[in-house]
């Protein structure tokens, strides 16, 4: 069965420093995308990254990097120099070729104190 | 912001009642997708339409049914509301419908049934 696991409903970080939001995932398809989402108060999905299941190494985009663990099944999002504006809910997702599903985390809730 | 834009952005809708939401993708995307978010939760995934066909579900009832338009614009209906239909509705779009294929969503509609 496919899955996303998000076990931190809720964190905090000082601004300017670097947080690590943890995700796990479970598939047995060798095919898959993982992603972080944003999502503000406001409601909308803001893409943040992707790792494709047969990339050699982790992305990067700006301030975002994927810590992938393809044995472990872990795709942790690390946040580098924490802003204020960083504060919202970040959702990991999957997706799978069969069905075309994509699988949403809990998500968790990141708090940027000043 | 995505390109991707949704309508109406609140709708209020009594028990028993029909919707349809509306969904443009971004330009040159020919997949959209919807998902289904209750509060506080991760946004479950609907449906997918690719190129006018439906090409993947997620656990919805048939009274949840979709349209995609030869512009790739695309609908969904609810019909026979329940009060648990309330949420957030989201659509995204991707380029391909291939599982490595990054979805941008749009801001959503807010559905609430009395």
């Known amino acids: 069965a496919q899955k996303i696991t998000q076990t931190q409903p809720g964190m905090f970080v000082q601004e300017k420093e670097a947080v690590t939001l943890d995700c796990t995932y479970d598939?047995?398809?060798?095919?898959?995308?993982l992603f972080w989402y944003k999502q503000p108060s406001s409601g909308e999905m803001i893409f943040l990254i992707y790792?494709?299941?047969?990339?050699?190494q982790n992305a990067t985009e700006g301030r975002y990097s994927l810590n992938f663990q393809k044995a472990r099944k872990s795709a942790n999002l690390v946040i580098s120099a924490s802003k204020l504006g960083d504060s919202a809910m970040y959702f990991c997702?999957?997706?799978?070729?069969?069905?075309?599903?994509?699988?949403f985390g809990t998500g968790t809730s990141l708090t940027v104190i000043p | 912001e995505t390109g991707v834009t949704q309508s109406p952005t609140h709708l209020i809708k009594t028990r028993g009642q029909q919707v349809t939401l509306r969904c443009s993708s971004q330009?040159?995307?020919?997949?959209v997708s919807w998902y289904q978010q209750a509060l506080g939760q991760g946004p479950q995934f609907i449906f997918q339409?690719?190129?006018?066909?439906?090409?993947g579900r997620g656990n919805f009832p048939p009274r949840f049914s979709g349209l995609q338009f030869p512009n790739y614009s695309s609908e969904l209906n609810v019909n026979a509301l329940e009060l648990d239909d309330s949420a957030l509705y989201l659509c995204?779009?991707?380029?391909?419908?291939?599982?490595?294929?990054?979805?941008?969503f749009g801001p959503g509609t807010r559905l609430t049934v009395l």
């Open positions: 995204a779009s991707s380029r391909t419908s291939g599982a490595t294929d990054t979805q941008y």
């Open positions: 598939t047995s398809d060798p095919s898959y995308g």
């Open positions: 790792q494709g299941s047969y990339d050699q």
């Open positions: 997702a999957m997706r799978v070729l069969p069905g075309n599903q994509f699988y």
């Open positions: 330009s040159g995307h020919n997949t």
């Open positions: 339409y690719y190129r006018e066909e439906e090409n």
